[in-house]
């Protein structure tokens, strides 16, 4: 049973342009929702997150955007750099449990060219 | 500069042995966690400490087991009954705060022969 989905694999992207990662999850517990980059054979790093009590939390290029009727949150990339280029986790976290007890999406590998 | 470290980044097993990865951290953070991850899934839960002494099993426990005597380690048995051990392992640490975040080491990758 997969609680949090990101449903596209991979994403491609020209330099400058908005990169949009998608994320959906179900269960309606999740209150904190957290994005993650990760590079090979390194662990993820924390990139921005969100309470469920806002919509939108911004952070220089990233923005997550959440819409809790939809049970969907989305990160936006603006501009796109080559240096993003990795693979990025969304993860939620039910109110009541262990602050680090995140349940995680399969990731997206976006590639941004040059 | 504080950070999390695991050992080894790789490891090789034969089948029916047991290896423990190594995870401290000197970031003095309460809480901290150990996840694995398989190609095409995201991050799952072994184990996770709140404190000294102190465990509880995550989403797939059966076949690790974790110590938790000093506050900055937090190392991670593989026995050999966990059934499919060949993945990659991150150990993760916290504040205990609902807005902290995990910060993760650079992975350990156990592969069984």
């Known amino acids: 049973d997969q609680q949090v989905k990101q449903n596209s694999p991979s994403l491609s992207v020209q330099e400058g342009r908005i990169s949009i990662l998608n994320c959906d999850y179900t269960?309606?517990?999740?209150?904190?929702f957290l994005w993650y980059k990760k590079y090979p054979a390194e662990g993820p790093t924390f990139l921005i997150s969100i309470s469920s009590i806002k919509d939108k939390n911004e952070d220089g290029r990233f923005t997550v955007f959440l819409n809790k009727s939809a049970k969907h949150l989305s990160l936006h990339i603006v501009p796109s750099q080559p240096g993003d280029s990795a693979v990025y986790f969304c993860a939620a976290r039910a109110g009541g449990t262990s602050y680090g007890k995140l349940t995680f999406g399969q990731g997206t590998i976006l590639t941004v060219h040059p | 500069d504080g950070g999390i470290t695991q050992s080894p980044k790789y490891l090789f097993r034969k089948e029916g042995q047991n290896v423990t990865l190594s995870c401290e951290q000197n970031?003095?953070?309460?809480?901290m966690y150990w996840y694995r991850q398989d190609p095409g899934q995201g991050l799952r839960l072994i184990y996770y400490s709140q404190i000294v002494n102190d465990f509880q099993k995550g989403d797939i426990a059966e076949g690790y087991s974790v110590s938790r005597e000093k506050k900055e380690s937090f190392p991670l048995t593989v026995t050999s009954a966990q059934k499919n051990p060949t993945a990659f392992y991150l150990c993760a640490s916290s504040i205990n705060r609902r807005t902290g975040e995990l910060f993760f080491g650079e992975g350990s990758r156990l592969t069984v022969l």
């Open positions: 269960n309606s517990m999740f209150d904190y």
């Open positions: 970031l003095n953070h309460d809480a």
